[in-house]
């Protein structure tokens, strides 16, 4: 009876349902169960996730077949005609608080460099998009976030694709990402 419980509990632990997850994607889950749109190159993938949120219009992840998904990143969709920032602050903001009671404490970076030549009000978005203004906020164990086992990191970025024009990235990293890392180099190597 015994050797029963243990064979439960492993098939518990070990199912996909247990695991971390972003977008209804999970760490490590295989490349051939992803909805691919768009390969780009041998571990850059763009996809269609289980679970897409109404402020991301686009999605990657990075995956090897060793590793599995060991990142994923949401590209949000374009606030146009917003020189000044706040439709797409106010999407960020909104985007932050989700995080924050998800996965608790976080820092947060809204600052631009000193002698920044783009620093009017009504050229807020132009800072960010001349990285001369940087807002983002970030999660992970230096933090003190809630994290749970298996996701390393999650970053919230405000990016700019003109001076009136800016979008949400929103990047989840899982513990298996230094494995990827590690089976990149393999394959740049191979190539040489």
Known sequence: MRCKFVMVGLLLISSPIWAQSAF??????????????????????????????FEFESYTVLATPATGVCK???????????AYGGASQSAF????????????NHKHYDFIRNGALWDEPREWVMAI????????????????????????????????????????????EFSNFDQCKANFSKTDNNSL
């Open 129 to 172: 998009k001349q990285n001369e203004r940087f807002f983002a906020s970030f999660w992970d164990a230096e933090e003190s976030s809630n994290l749970p086992s298996g996701l390393n990191s999650i970053s919230l970025e405000l990016l700019a694709t003109s001076s009136s024009s800016s979008y949400i990235k929103l990047t989840y």
């Open 72 to 82: 994923i990143s949401g590209i949000g969709k374009d606030h146009d005609d917003d």
């Open 24 to 53: 209804g994607i999970s760490r490590g889950q295989s490349i051939s169960t992803l909805k691919i749109v768009k390969k780009f190159d041998s571990s850059l993938y763009s996809v269609i996730p289980p679970a897409p949120n």
């Open 93 to 104: 903001e909104r985007l932050e608080s989700a995080l924050e009671e998800k996965y608790g």
